[in-house]
């Protein structure tokens, strides 16, 4: 199957500053990729789709601009937490999926941010 | 809508028997399914999916049951190792399938193997 790799796995920041995590689609082009976050013992929400040249979708009560993606190409795309805080800690994974043959869906290895 | 974040319940097994895993969806419009598996600080695993026009579909050790009725989904482990330990995650697609669509993900469901 297709791979998907982000980057770094995990992350320790101090508060205040910025953290940029990488999604990369290794074997194939893809136009939309998904960030989403999960907190310990609780299942992933979405938080924002990004679509490649232009501005990502955010879901309801996620801030852009605390959390801003760029999708500049086919790909990657980044999330960057801006002036992370503690309540900002959890695991975000990113997500790509397949148009044809199939819609799969695949995952990357997940990120886990602590901010001190 | 999205998943609800809940405590993740939890299923206890012995090696060698048979699991099933329940998951409850809440659209009429989801016409792909797929379960996840996730283990300890990683991303989601594919496990098995289908397709809103068939009711089973099976795969290596895994059977997906669909009933459309009750909007209710259910992945069959046979023979569960201690391998199988994890967190699996049910998630839905809602009509098209295009691929451009997020998954929307379940509550999940904590799976312990006892040797």
């Known amino acids: 199957g297709a791979v998907v790799s982000q980057h770094p796995s995990w992350v320790i920041c101090k508060s205040g500053t910025s953290v940029k995590i990488e999604c990369r689609s290794l074997?194939?082009?893809?136009?939309?990729m998904f960030w989403y976050r999960q907190f310990p013992k609780q299942s992933l929400m979405l938080m924002a789709t990004s679509n490649e040249g232009s501005k990502a979708t955010y879901e309801q009560g996620v801030e852009k601009d605390k959390f801003l993606i760029n999708h500049a190409s086919l790909t990657l795309s980044t999330l960057t937490v801006t002036s992370a805080h503690p309540e900002d800690s959890s695991f975000y994974i990113c997500s790509a999926r397949w148009t044809a043959p199939t819609a799969e869906a695949f995952f990357g290895q997940g990120t886990r941010l602590t901010v001190v | 809508g999205e998943s609800v974040g809940l405590h993740l319940p939890t299923l206890s097994v012995q090696e060698g028997d048979n699991s099933i895993i329940n998951c409850a969806y809440s659209n009429s419009a989801s016409d792909y399914f797929i379960w996840y598996k996730q283990e300890s600080g990683k991303g989601p695993q594919f496990i098995i999916d289908i397709r809103s026009n068939m009711d089973k579909r099976q795969g290596q050790r895994v059977t997906v049951l669909l009933n459309k009725t009750v909007k209710h989904l259910s992945l069959q482990i046979a023979a569960t190792q201690p391998g199988d330990s994890a967190v699996y995650f049910c998630a839905e697609n809602i009509s098209p399938d295009t691929g451009r669509r997020a998954l929307t993900f379940g509550s999940g469901t904590r799976l312990q193997v006892q040797p």
């Open positions: 074997d194939f082009q893809a136009t939309t």
